[in-house]
């Protein structure tokens, strides 16, 4: 396919995606560490891009280290935490009559059933975001895929 560019009219256009692909080198590197008090070597993976692959590459969609998403978690989760934790304890040493400990336990029960919802919708929260991510990046690269870049 003999495609021109539109700017220089040159004939050295090539898809973004050949280049990208040309320009990135994996390698793997021995890195030197110390388990259980003996020295110790392992391998790790190493991708490097040319200037020109980075360019390329810098609008793809990153996925999120979901900090926000973590912080709210663990702001819910304080309250059953604490809540089962102050039903434990007020069983143990506060009740003194049947009509307290049916309301410590009561609010106990309670506080582990909030727990056990609020980890459901955690993890249906990290599914549904994972495939966004999933689905934004496949929109990019198959756009990626249609985009052509000229010179060298």
Sequence with gaps: MNVRCTRCGEDNVRNARVI????TRYTTIQVQGVVNGNAVQYPRNVTSQSERAQALTADEPKEGTGCWGLL?????????????LL???GIAYLANTDSQRTQLAIWLLASVLVFIALIVI???????????????????????????????
């Design 20 to 23: 990208v692909d040309q320009d």
């Design 72 to 84: 709210l978690v663990v702001m819910l989760l304080a309250v059953p935490t604490l809540g089962i």
């Design 87 to 89: 039903s434990c304890t």
């Design 122 to 152: 955690s993890t249906i929260v990290n599914r549904q975001q994972k495939n966004s991510f999933n689905r934004r990046h496949q929109n990019w690269y198959n756009m990626f895929d249609r985009r052509y870049y000229c010179g060298d």
